[in-house]
């Protein structure tokens, strides 16, 4: 079959699934549903077709969002890798869980996967591993398309599509089951690597199961380097880029990142010509994402078991690339800490886009909810009520930190965001300044919203001992 006969039979399969669910938006519990768990890496909310972009085309993922439920304030807490895919698993904050500027989760933890095999599953785990435990520690019955980090030959010529050298994922490979690489599948990232998930967890779908499973596969891009997929050629639109409107040749003061790793992927001033090709190729992965998912939810269709999967799909941060004047997440504005959600399935309302605001580490307590499967107790809060339909709010505020460097809040149209280590703020009405350029921190009119805000958001890491509120 080819590609675009293969889509019209997967977009027919979804449209299908999104009916029944609409007629039928309460699962039977005695049917334990099916979960697929989707997280890539480094990727905007904005950068979905169905979130409004005109230049990136995800046909798959927008035909997900319609047969089921799309978020547009969700987010992550902690813009970094590892951190942030920690409170994926645990449903814990970064303070508790030990993964917030430290790699290592701390003891009595729980663990996404372990509650779902204790209560019957057979999860499985493909793709980027970021944690200091094994996946068999974590609660995985099997880890296939293992990819883990590693050491780099010291002979590789490893550069990205500019030909630069790369300083992302390397020495990363393919592992074994017992953890042994495999560098023959490459070291460091490779143009095809989404493809490879996609095999990974094809391959677990095609093997007979007699439990429900748990299924979480973790994209590596479009993290850097950017490399271009095979069968695309996303140099040729460069000229259709349209760069973000808060996108600024430097940022106006060092924001505790300056000169990361991330901030150094490329030259100051941020310029067009150097941002544009970039663009095209982030949009050339995330299109790759969006095809390997097809091909997933392709072979689900195909077993007969789609209509009784909740699926999700999000990723574990956003990224800048040129907003703001800065090129990495590790930042507080919502071009980062905003990430694309979408959750399909039983007893998920279809066709519906929310403003709730949740965080990652929510999605563990309503899995829970949404499977019928007791929730151990965690800091994520459960915003299954939302995808049935029976609310439209689920936190009053989230927070956001990084390092010792930067808090934020959102709380309605109201954005905060602190440097404690510079004794500096930033204040933006969202409503009315939705990308964050106009700072009213400083004027008279609003500085009941600024208090307000501050003293909300101290108060709560106060509550979780953060060392920035507690020493100060």
């Not at 990361?260 to 310029?271: A, H, Q, W, Y």
């Not at 997440?329 to 071009?335: A, L």
């Amino acid at each position: 079959m080819t590609m675009h006969a293969r889509w019209h039979s997967v977009r027919a399969t979804l449209l299908m699934a999104a009916a029944v669910a609409g007629l039928n938006p309460s699962s039977d519990a005695a049917e334990r549903p099916n979960i697929l768990l989707l997280v890539t890496d480094d990727q905007r909310s904005d950068s979905l077709s169905c979130a409004g972009s005109a230049f990136f085309r995800t046909p798959y993922l927008d035909a997900l969002a319609g047969r089921g439920t799309r978020f547009l304030q969700a987010s992550c807490s902690n813009p970094l890798c590892y951190p942030s895919r920690a409170e994926i698993v645990t449903g814990c904050t970064g303070f508790r869980s030990g993964v917030r500027i430290e790699s290592r989760f701390r003891e009595g933890l729980p663990y996404l996967p372990n509650t779902f095999r204790e209560a019957g599953y057979r999860t499985a785990y493909v793709g980027k591993w970021h944690h200091n435990a094994q996946p068999n520690e974590l609660g995985y019955d099997e880890a296939i398309g293992f990819y883990a980090s590693g050491r780099q030959p010291p002979d590789q010529d490893y550069r990205d599509f500019r030909g630069v050298e790369a300083t992302g994922y390397r020495g990363w490979q393919f592992r074994d089951a017992t953890g042994k690489p495999l560098p023959a599948l490459g070291i460091g990232l490779t143009p095809d690597i989404s493809s490879r998930f996609a095999d990974a967890a094809i391959e677990f779908l095609d093997r007979p199961r007699s439990q429900p499973f748990l299924l979480h596969v973790n994209f590596t891009a479009p993290h850097d380097p950017l490399l271009i997929p095979p069968g695309t050629d996303p140099l040729s639109r460069v000229e259709q880029v349209v760069l973000p409107t808060n996108s600024l040749p430097e940022h106006p003061f060092d924001h505790g990142n300056a000169h990361g790793r991330d901030e150094m992927l490329f030259p100051f001033p941020r310029t067009p010509d150097a941002l544009k090709p970039a663009w095209a190729v982030y949009a050339a992965l995330v299109e790759d994402i969006d095809r390997q998912i097809g091909r997933i939810l392709a072979r689900l269709a195909e077993t007969g078991e789609l209509e009784n999967t909740l699926i999700v799909f999000t990723s574990d941060h956003g990224l800048a690339l040129g907003s703001h004047g800065l090129t990495g997440k590790q930042n507080m504005y919502e071009h980062t800490l905003n990430v694309p959600l979408i959750v399909a399935g039983p007893g998920v309302v279809s066709g519906q886009v929310t403003d709730a605001q949740c965080v990652l580490r929510d999605l563990f307590p309503t899995l829970c909810d949404l499977a019928n499967v007791p929730a151990p107790h965690c800091d994520g809060e459960s915003f299954a009520d939302v995808l049935r339909g029976q609310s439209d709010t689920a936190r009053p505020y989230i927070i956001g930190y990084y390092g010792d460097v930067q808090r934020a809040i959102r709380r309605d149209s109201w954005k905060l965001i602190w440097y404690p280590q510079i004794d500096r703020v930033q204040l933006f009405d969202l409503k009315a300044d939705p990308h964050e350029l106009n700072d009213l921190s400083e004027s008279a009119e609003f500085q009941k919203q600024r208090s307000d805000l501050e003293e909300t958001l101290k108060t709560w890491l106060r509550e979780q001992g953060d060392p920035v509120v507690v020493k100060s």
